[in-house]
T-cell receptor
Framework: DQQVKQNSPSLSVQEGRISILNCDYT??????FLWYKKYPAEGPTFLIS?????DKNEDGRFTVFLNKSAKHLSLHIVPSQPGDSAVYFC?????????????FGEGTQLTVNP | NAGVMQNPRHLVRRRGQEARLRCSPM?????VYWYRQLPEEGLKFMVY????????ESGMPKERFSAEFPKEGPSILRIQQVVRGDSAAYFC????????????FGPGTRLLVL
């Protein structure tokens, strides 16, 4: 039972354009969401997060949008840079303050072409 | 300001041997999580520990796997009598005591069972 799904295994965009990565979840208990970036042979690097009380969070080139009614979130990267090429994982947590497991999606390989 | 440290980075074992994976959390972090990533899959939660306590081990296989986080020293993930299916990347993450929802990952240990 895949509770967090990233339906696009790969995405290719041109440098300077916007990258949009999508994530859907099924568990209504999830109330905190995170995006991680991962390069080969390295651990995931935290990018940005959003609490369920918000619908948008922005940090530099990265913006995460949350649509609770649709159980959908997305990560926007603008402008995209070749160094953004990596696997992006969406993750969700059911309890913001008590510390708990993260449930990850399968990842989306982003390729930014120069 | 060292991040999460894991060793060894690569580990090769023959079937039936034991594997010990170590994780030193970031300075000041008292919560440790272990995740496993099988080839072509996302990260799957295994266990969540605080100092000297296992908080959530619902993702651990019932046999052969154990984890500890002693008062002194790193967290250890131990796999006894390894089988080929244990070959994976094992990631450790830590979080601060007062911000439990953001987990920071180490570089991982890649276990190969021959």
């Amino acid at each position: 039972d895949q509770q967090v799904k990233q339906n696009s295994p790969s995405l290719s965009v041109q440098e300077g354009r916007i990258s949009i990565l999508n994530c859907d979840y099924t568990n209504s208990m999830f109330d905190y969401f995170l995006w991680y970036k991962k390069y080969p042979a390295e651990g995931p690097t935290f990018l940005i997060s959003i609490s369920s009380i918000k619908d948008k969070n922005e940090d530099g080139r990265f913006t995460v949008f949350l649509n609770k009614s649709a159980k959908h979130l997305s990560l926007h990267i603008v402008p995209s840079q070749p160094g953004d090429s990596a696997v992006y994982f969406c993750a969700a947590s059911p309890e913001k303050t008590s510390g708990s497991r993260l449930t990850f999606g399968e990842g989306t390989q982003l390729t930014v072409n120069p | 300001n060292a991040g999460v440290m894991q060793n060894p980075r690569h580990l090769v074992r023959r079937r039936g041997q034991e594997a010990r994976l170590r994780c030193s959390p970031m300075k000041g972090h008292s919560h440790v999580y272990w995740y496993r990533q099988l080839p072509e899959e996302g990260l799957k939660f295994m266990v969540y520990l605080q100092k000297e306590n296992i908080i959530d081990e619902s993702g651990m296989p019932k046999e052969r796997f154990s984890a500890e986080f002693p008062k002194e020293g790193p967290s250890i993930l131990r796999i006894q009598q390894v089988v080929r299916g244990d070959s994976a990347a094992y990631f450790c993450a830590s979080s601060p005591k007062n911000r439990q929802e953001t987990q920071y990952f180490g570089p991982g240990t890649r276990l190969l069972v021959l």
